[in-house]
């Protein structure tokens, strides 16, 4: 898939409150991110896993990041539930 900018790596500090993700980013910088997976997301936000954020054009938003994905066992998850359709809009259209 394809997104607007590059995305951010960084090493997941602890998801809380279902929506919510402390991360550390490559540069040392701890920021918050919007989790948009409302599931209980078991076996994949072990503390030390490496994510994947975008940053928010949006000067307004409260929470400027968004977390993606994540690597865990050498493949690529997706945590953001609103890409699966444009995933494969995008797929369909190539």
């Given at each position: 898939?394809?997104?607007?900018?590059?995305?951010?790596?960084?090493?997941?500090?602890?998801?809380?409150?279902?929506?919510?993700?402390?991360?550390?980013?490559?540069?040392?910088?701890?920021?918050?991110?919007?989790?948009?997976?409302?599931?209980?997301?078991?076996?994949?936000?072990?503390?030390?896993?490496?994510?994947?954020?975008?940053?928010?054009?949006?000067?307004?938003?409260?929470?400027?990041?968004?977390?993606?994905?994540?690597?865990?066992?050498?493949?690529?998850?997706?945590?953001?539930?609103?890409?699966?359709?444009?995933i494969?809009?995008?797929?369909?259209m190539?």
């Amino acid at each position: 898939m394809k997104f607007q900018s590059p995305l951010i790596k960084g090493t997941l500090i602890k998801r809380y409150k279902r929506f919510m993700a402390d991360v550390t980013l490559d540069d040392g910088t701890v920021v918050t991110a919007h989790c948009p997976n409302s599931g209980a997301m078991l076996g994949i936000t072990t503390p030390g896993s490496i994510v994947y954020l975008s940053k928010s054009p949006n000067e307004n938003r409260k929470l400027k990041y968004t977390w993606e994905m994540l690597e865990t066992d050498g493949a690529l998850v997706g945590t953001n539930t609103g890409n699966p359709q444009k995933i494969v809009h995008e797929a369909l259209m190539q």
